[in-house]
């Protein structure tokens, strides 16, 4: 109960950034779709944002390294605050774009801290306890993000600024908190073709992975409104997805942990390829049935990244696990820059259906690949524990390394 309280001021912080970050993908796209934005131009939106995601999880250890914990949090909570008070300044989807670069840089910087300084004040027989809440907090806080877009008027000044306020006020508990931070991580080396060395199937599937999350969050609010949803019924859409992974993490992983990892990722690719298409057809069934159809795909879907680093893993030294994870994350990176304004043409081209299209076929050839994989060599007797992977940072290979190496 001691470790929970000194984490309070930290928690805290990751729910107000959650709520301001969360809420501005989909009040991005509702509101591109007020001001006339083509669909390109929304999904443009998303692919800035994790442009700029990207370029945050690699920034964010060097800026930790020479100005600490505590000023990095406020100099990337200052970026994503100044991105969204702009948005109203300049109506222009370029210029949003660069504003959304900024919110991305912003949350993956402030993830960055939190769970390095997380990673440095828990214990072997903490890690887990802590872990948790500090999962369950950030889901919660999701959750309540995707709800909020039912109360928040597009193409609204006070709608921005209200989510600028939450952001600005996610530095008061980090800063004001009286516990020590801990000391400068070291940044870890970025060498993508290390995730396909050890395992080129986990890299296929973070890229599936990352098509699957940045196109559902960052263009599944145009699909909403094209299918008849209203504002509050496409916070409850993006919300019933989140709820979906998260019920899916305990089963997936015992599934994982019990049997061949590759036959655990196929078999969810083909899970998610049936949900894309039940999605498909759910929506001329109604709000409850586009509901179902978005809670399955989340349950489907969420594991996979999860699954796919677990598979890497099993193949990495212990010396490679922090600079795996962060190869995974530039693969992730690739899939999430490139889906959402992939998604947006070719909705524009073939209609809303085409989103869940895209991903089914990016399933299909991940169960072909994994299928081929399965023939090129066989599964290690020694594994590591299925861990739920939080994609928000390099320095969660930390957590994981120590979680590994004491099994």
């Given at each position: 109960?001691?470790?929970?309280?000194?984490?309070?001021?930290?928690?805290?912080?990751?729910?107000?950034?959650?709520?301001?970050?969360?809420?501005?993908?989909?009040?991005?796209?509702?509101?591109?779709?007020?001001?006339?934005?083509?669909?390109?131009?929304?999904?443009?939106?998303?692919?800035?944002?994790?442009?700029?995601?990207?370029?945050?999880?690699?920034?964010?250890?060097?800026?930790?390294?020479?100005?600490?914990?505590?000023?990095?949090?406020?100099?990337?909570?200052?970026?994503?605050?100044?991105?969204?008070?702009?948005?109203?300044?300049?109506?222009?989807?370029?210029?949003?774009?660069?504003?959304?670069?900024?919110?991305?840089?912003?949350?993956?910087?402030?993830?960055?801290?939190?769970?390095?300084?997380?990673?440095?004040?828990?214990?072997?027989?903490?890690?887990?306890?802590?872990?948790?809440?500090?999962?369950?907090?950030?889901?919660?806080?999701?959750?309540?993000?995707?709800?909020?877009?039912?109360?928040?008027?597009?193409?609204?000044?006070?709608?921005?600024?209200?989510?600028?306020?939450?952001?600005?006020?996610?530095?008061?508990?980090?800063?004001?908190?009286?516990?020590?931070?801990?000391?400068?991580?070291?940044?870890?080396?970025?060498?993508?073709?290390?995730?396909?060395?050890?395992?080129?199937?986990?890299?296929?599937?973070?890229?599936?992975?990352?098509?699957?999350?940045?196109?559902?969050?960052?263009?599944?609010?145009?699909?909403?409104?094209?299918?008849?949803?209203?504002?509050?019924?496409?916070?409850?859409?993006?919300?019933?997805?989140?709820?979906?992974?998260?019920?899916?993490?305990?089963p997936s992983g015992w599934l994982a942990d019990?049997?061949?990892?590759?036959?655990?990722?196929?078999?969810?690719?083909?899970?998610?390829?049936?949900?894309?298409?039940?999605?498909?057809?759910?929506?001329?069934?109604?709000?409850?049935?586009?509901?179902?159809?978005?809670?399955?795909?989340?349950?489907?879907?969420?594991?996979?990244?999860?699954?796919?680093?677990?598979?890497?893993?099993?193949?990495?030294?212990?010396?490679?696990?922090?600079?795996?994870?962060?190869?995974?994350?530039?693969?992730?990176?690739?899939?999430?820059?490139?889906?959402?304004?992939?998604?947006?043409k070719l909705m524009e081209a073939f209609g809303p259906?085409?989103?869940?299209?895209?991903?089914?076929?990016?399933?299909?050839?991940?169960?072909?690949?994994?299928?081929?994989?399965?023939?090129?060599?066989?599964?290690?007797?020694?594994?590591?524990?299925?861990?739920?992977?939080?994609?928000?940072?390099?320095?969660?290979?930390?957590?994981?390394?120590?979680?590994?190496?004491?099994?």
């Open positions: 109960m001691r470790l929970m309280i000194s984490f309070a001021a930290l928690f805290l912080s990751v729910v107000l950034l959650q709520l301001s970050s969360g809420g501005v993908g989909p009040l991005d796209a509702l509101s591109g779709l007020t001001l006339d934005f083509t669909k390109s131009e929304v999904g443009l939106l998303g692919s800035a944002h994790f442009l700029g995601f990207f370029i945050g999880c690699w920034w964010a250890p060097r800026a930790m390294g020479s100005v600490g914990h505590s000023r990095a949090f406020a100099a990337f909570t200052a970026t994503g605050a100044i991105g969204l008070l702009a948005h109203m300044l300049i109506i222009d989807p370029y210029a949003w774009a660069l504003m959304r670069v900024a919110s991305g840089l912003c949350v993956a910087g402030c993830y960055t801290v939190i769970e390095a300084w997380l990673q440095s004040k828990v214990t072997n027989e903490t890690r887990g306890r802590a872990m948790g809440t500090y999962r369950s907090v950030d889901m919660g806080a999701s959750l309540v993000a995707q709800l909020m877009i039912g109360v928040l008027e597009p193409a609204s000044y006070v709608s921005y600024n209200l989510l600028a306020l939450l952001c600005c006020a996610s530095i008061i508990p980090l800063t004001l908190t009286t516990a020590r931070p801990p000391d400068t991580p070291s940044a870890p080396r970025l060498r993508p073709m290390l995730a396909i060395t050890r395992s080129p199937l986990a890299a296929a599937g973070v890229i599936v992975a990352g098509l699957n999350s940045a196109a559902f969050r960052m263009v599944g609010p145009v699909y909403g409104q094209e299918v008849g949803l209203r504002p509050d019924q496409i916070g409850i859409f993006l919300a019933a997805f989140v709820a979906g992974g998260a019920l899916a993490q305990v019990k049997y061949d990892r590759r036959w655990v990722l196929i078999w969810l690719s083909i899970a998610a390829i049936i949900s894309s298409v039940f999605t498909v057809f759910s929506a001329t069934g109604g709000t409850t049935m586009v509901l179902l159809g978005a809670a399955v795909f989340g349950f489907t879907t969420f594991p996979i990244y999860s699954v796919a680093a677990a598979h890497a893993h099993d193949f990495a030294s212990s010396e490679e696990r922090v600079e795996l994870s962060a190869a995974l994350m530039f693969w992730y990176a690739v899939g999430a820059i490139a889906s959402p304004l992939g998604a947006s259906t085409a989103l869940f299209m895209l991903m089914a076929v990016g399933h299909a050839v991940l169960v072909v690949f994994g299928l081929t994989r399965m023939r090129a060599r066989s599964t290690p007797k020694k594994r590591t524990s299925y861990v739920y992977a939080p994609r928000t940072s390099f320095t969660i290979g930390r957590l994981l390394r120590r979680h590994r190496d004491r099994k």
